[in-house]
């Protein structure tokens, strides 16, 4: 993507998947992230051969991905805050016959 072309996208669908990717974290740093992995991640694929629509399309579906794959990360962290949600599992008592 010639870097005039990738500027006029950028400035057409910047705010936009912004606005998007906020209703989805309701966080400014992730959304803030998420958005620029995704313009990092369509300048980096070979796109000359799309239309503007397949590389929106393509933007949004990977935000929409990155935005899953923090939820997957978050979900498996247990922070000092939480830890208290988690129990450890107990032990048993084994009958010896005793």
């Avoid at 705010?15 to 990092?40: C, G, H, M």
Wanted: hydrophobic share 35%; proline share 3%; net charge negative.
């Amino acid at each position: 993507m010639e870097d005039q072309d990738f500027k006029l996208f950028y400035e057409t669908h910047a705010k936009p998947l912004w606005a998007y990717v906020y209703r989805l974290t309701n966080d400014s740093a992730s959304t803030e992230d998420i958005v620029q992995e995704s313009f990092i991640r369509l300048l980096n694929r070979d796109l000359k051969l799309f239309t503007d629509a397949q590389k929106k399309s393509y933007l949004y579906q990977t935000a929409t991905n990155l935005f899953r794959d923090s939820l997957r990360k978050r979900k498996h962290t247990i922070t000092w805050e939480n830890l208290n949600e988690y129990e450890a599992p107990r032990a048993v008592p084994q009958d010896d016959g005793i």
